[in-house]
């Protein structure tokens, strides 16, 4: 390799370069669903295409999926990066709902899996049916209250199927 000062002067320059584009981004490979066009602005990917809601500044999400068919609201618990489902020991999610100026509550209950070993008051899945559901594509919601690893979060309003992000 030729030891000259312009060779030294590259090498150099590639290092530095390498650093800082590393630096830039945590120095890690960004999952799947961040976008880091603009001012760092992070887009979640909901893993089965639901609705996302952000608890906190993004310590933990909620993901919303209705089953028109089934009248059914399905919540999943998952980490801030919406790719772990996090477990929590609640007996019921509630969440108030608003359509055409109505508005009533949905009591989520907890479902088992056995695949997974989830059971009710340790699970990351709740759901609720309702005949509204069925047609309703549309509302206005607020999470009254849900409590993840110590940290109680209440009030957090969003509009489905848009979110709250």
Not at 70 to 88: K, N, P, Q, W
Not at 119 to 144: C, H, I, P
Request: hydrophobic content about 35%; charged content about 20%; overall charge negative.
């Amino acid at each position: 390799m030729n030891n000259t000062p312009i060779s030294r002067f590259s090498i150099a320059l590639l290092a530095v370069s390498l650093s800082a584009v590393l630096i830039g981004c945590g120095g890690k490979e960004e999952p799947a669903g961040h976008d880091h066009a603009g001012a760092h602005k992070h887009e979640h990917r909901a893993p089965h295409g639901g609705t996302a809601i952000v608890l906190g500044k993004e310590a933990f999400h909620l993901e919303l999926v209705r089953t028109a068919e089934a009248g059914l609201l399905t919540c999943y618990v998952l980490d801030g990066h919406m790719e772990s489902f996090i477990r929590i020991p609640s007996p019921h999610l509630s969440i108030e709902t608003t359509v055409s100026n109505r508005t009533q509550t949905l009591e989520l209950l907890p479902v088992a899996n056995a695949a997974t070993g989830e059971k009710s008051g340790d699970t990351s899945q709740f759901e609720a049916r309702a005949e509204w559901l069925k047609t309703t594509t549309n509302f206005t919601g607020k999470v009254l209250g849900i409590t993840i690893k110590g940290t109680t979060f209440t009030d957090v309003t969003f509009r489905f199927p848009e979110g709250n992000e």
